[in-house]
Every structure is written in C-alpha cells, then in structure tokens.
C-alpha cells in the first residue's frame, strides 16, 4: 500500500460520507482510512433502542455495513455488497461507543471479501460482520 493509495482511499470515502445520509445520521465519525480498511465510531442514541430495551442490532449491522462499504469502494471502484452476514456476541445499550474496523480478506478484481469487528468503549467485542462484494467497472470520484 502506498501513500498516494491511501491519500485516495481518503479522498473517496470523504466524498461517500458526504453523500451517505444514513450514515451521517448514525453520527459516523470517521477514524483512519487506508487502502482496502476502514475504521469508524459512533455513539449509541435512545431513538436506537428496541421492544427489549437494548439496541436494534440493525444499528450495529449498519455500523458495520458502513465500515464495509468505505474499505472496499476506497480504491474509487463502485463496489456493492454481495452478501453479508452478522454474529451478535454482546448486546449493546445507550451511550455505548461503538467502533468498527474493517479489514480486507481478498481483493479480486471482481470480488471482494472483509472482515469487520465491532467493539465498545470497554474494547469488548460486541459483534462481528462479513461481507463480500461485487466491483463494478465504475468510479465514485473522478
């Protein structure tokens, strides 16, 4: 990985966090980026909350699944996710500081595949997320 590799990887995932709503809504704070890695917080709002008084594990799925798409479109290749999957391994409340970094498995020219971990303020592992994903033959930034 070179410099320039992860001054574009910045460049693109700046240009997707300005873009990305949900992401932003979340309170997505963006801590490092790097070629085919990302790695980002949030804190846990009351409005995240669930039936049973713990967080909606669709929050950390979306923490997760943004990790994900900043690591492998930060190459400025549209990349869309393929397939994902989650283990839920604590529960998480409000307040709670979530971070998430994503590392990358396999970089295809078609396909590729990360490995995302969630932790909390306690750097105790909450939740673990794989994705794959498919590259198009498009940019996200010129």
Not at 5 to 12: E, F, N, Y
Request: aromatic share 8%; with cysteine.
């Amino acid at each position: 990985m070179s410099e320039n590799a992860d001054q574009l990887a910045g460049q693109v995932v700046a240009h997707m966090m300005q873009h990305d709503q949900f992401s932003q809504w979340l309170g997505i704070e963006v801590l490092s980026v790097a070629e085919g890695h990302s790695k980002i917080k949030m804190t846990v709002r009351s409005e995240m909350v669930n039936g049973f008084g713990i967080v909606h594990g669709g929050i950390a799925f979306s923490l997760a699944d943004s990790a994900f798409a900043f690591a492998c479109n930060n190459r400025n290749v549209l990349s869309v996710a393929l397939d994902t999957s989650i283990n839920f391994i604590k529960p998480v409340h409000v307040n709670d500081v979530l971070v998430a970094e994503a590392k990358e498995l396999h970089n295809g020219k078609s396909t590729g595949l990360y490995h995302i971990t969630i932790t909390n303020q306690r750097d105790h592992e909450v939740a673990v997320f794989k994705g794959l994903c498919y590259r198009t033959d498009k940019s996200l930034i010129p």
